[in-house]
């Protein structure tokens, strides 16, 4: 709600009501922090719209500098009134011969006494909202459990993209975003993060991009090592979600070449071995260091793919399948990890992986 791409961004005091109402028919139906939680969900950057929410809208980077305006009204108070002493000027009488003549006129000073009235103004300041932040769509905080932030690291698309480390974007000294996050005294988690693995620092070329995405594994490696750092040493969040998609299909459609934001790229292969860093405490890095554990230098996956093109099977022991297959009872249980094999299966023509996964159902399905 404080971004400007989408028509959720509303008046404050309604997105809170609305959230208060959807609070309050889940207690109705007797469902409480056991069962369900409550997330307030936000951008890094607060830039709402100066109209309708769309993506050729005009923005406003909203801060605690604009975010209220003062204004000035001055106030009648009342009207005083001062008798003065007024001098001034009047004309002398001519006579008929001195007007007749073109004689100079002359003058006598008088004093006279007259009552002058004074209207009294009370000067007053008011703060008015210019825009809004996060802060003002808050509902409070029995209806909130967790803040959840979004950022993401750019590069390149235009001129003036920048690359940042996830602490320079949600510590930049213009937003704050973290330490107005921790102010509302909640867990953090970081709903959706990607790094993009286009990197240089030259004028903006479509050819400098396709290379750089073509050779992105130390760009994109050391992000996530960046991302590691910066998850350690804010203990207050306590987990995040990587936003794993390739938009780019492989630079054949799209012309925003930046928009690779995988980090494990089952259809072309590509993977970022920091990633074992960053989930270095999960029981997924079971998964992922069963499945690429010989597979660990930047250049590795395209001597394996050279190496696996005509095998029917991936170079994986058996050993290996059955705890991938354990892992995955584990975390979905017997019937949706079968159900999710099925899924892939359907929509996947690679067979190296078609192989392995036939391998994990019949393992799965014997258990």
């Not at 292969?269 to 069963?290: C, G, H, I, M, T």
């Amino acid at each position: 709600m404080n971004w400007w791409r989408y028509p959720r961004w509303s008046n404050p005091e309604q997105f809170k009501q609305a959230r208060i109402h959807v609070r309050e028919l889940s207690r109705e139906e007797w469902l409480d922090q056991n069962n369900i939680l409550f997330d307030f969900s936000v951008n890094h950057w607060d830039m709402p719209t100066k109209g309708t929410p769309s993506q050729s809208a005009s923005l406003i980077t909203c801060n605690q500098k604009n975010k209220f305006k003062t204004i000035e009204n001055k106030i009648f108070i009342k009207t005083w009134y001062k008798e003065e002493t007024i001098t001034k000027k009047v004309p002398i009488e001519q006579s008929y011969r001195e007007k007749l003549t073109n004689k100079p006129i002359k003058y006598k000073t008088v004093t006279e006494k007259r009552t002058v009235a004074y209207p009294i103004y009370e000067t007053t300041t008011e703060k008015v909202q210019n825009c809004y932040t996060f802060e003002d769509y808050y509902p409070w905080k029995d209806f909130v459990d967790i803040m959840w932030v979004t950022f993401y690291n750019r590069w390149k698309a235009t001129y003036s993209r920048q690359r940042y480390s996830p602490d320079r974007i949600l510590n930049d000294t213009n937003r704050d975003t973290l330490t107005r996050l921790r102010s509302f005294n909640k867990p953090i988690f970081i709903d959706e993060v990607w790094t993009t693995a286009v990197r240089y620092t030259w004028s903006y070329s479509q050819a400098k991009s396709q290379e750089s995405y073509q050779n992105d594994y130390e760009n994109k490696n050391f992000w996530l090592t960046q991302l590691k750092d910066f998850m350690n040493n804010n203990p207050e969040i306590i987990g995040m979600t990587y936003f794993n998609v390739d938009y780019t299909n492989w630079l054949t459609n799209r012309i925003w070449w930046e928009a690779d934001r995988s980090i494990i790229n089952l259809n072309n292969w590509k993977f970022y071995e920091w990633v074992y860093e960053l989930y270095n405490n999960q029981s997924n890095d079971k998964y992922l260091k069963s499945l690429f554990q010989e597979k660990q230098d930047n250049t590795w996956n395209k001597e394996w793919v050279k190496e696996n093109t005509n095998k029917t099977t991936i170079n994986i022991t058996q050993k290996q399948k059955n705890d991938l297959a354990d892992l995955m009872i584990e975390k979905f249980w017997k019937d949706e990890s079968i159900r999710r094999i099925n899924k892939i299966l359907r929509n996947n023509d690679n067979e190296n992986l078609v192989a392995l996964l036939k391998d994990l159902k019949e393992i799965i399905n014997s258990k």
